[in-house]
């Protein structure tokens, strides 16, 4: 049996559920690994840090949605 060699730290069940994410939207799995990361950066960070700033064009939320409010 081939040992599997990953440049990111997952399960087999993780890498299933990154396959089947991917393939649902239509992306590589690189590509939706990026798409969820910046999903969760602007979700924690809605106005951007220091260092990243939402493009001149992006609607800003001031504060994030309390998942567990509303």
């Not at 049996?1 to 299933?16: F, G, H, I, P, W």
């Not at 990361?37 to 809605?46: A, G, S, T």
């Amino acid at each position: 049996m081939r040992k599997k060699v990953r440049t990111y730290s997952a399960n087999d069940l993780e890498v299933q559920m990154l396959n089947t994410l991917a393939k649902y939207h239509g992306f590589s799995k690189s590509a939706m690994i990026t798409s969820l990361i910046k999903k969760e950066f602007w979700r924690v960070f809605p106005s951007g840090t220091e260092a990243i700033q939402p493009d001149a064009s992006a609607w800003v939320r001031e504060k994030p949605v309390d998942s567990n409010h509303g």
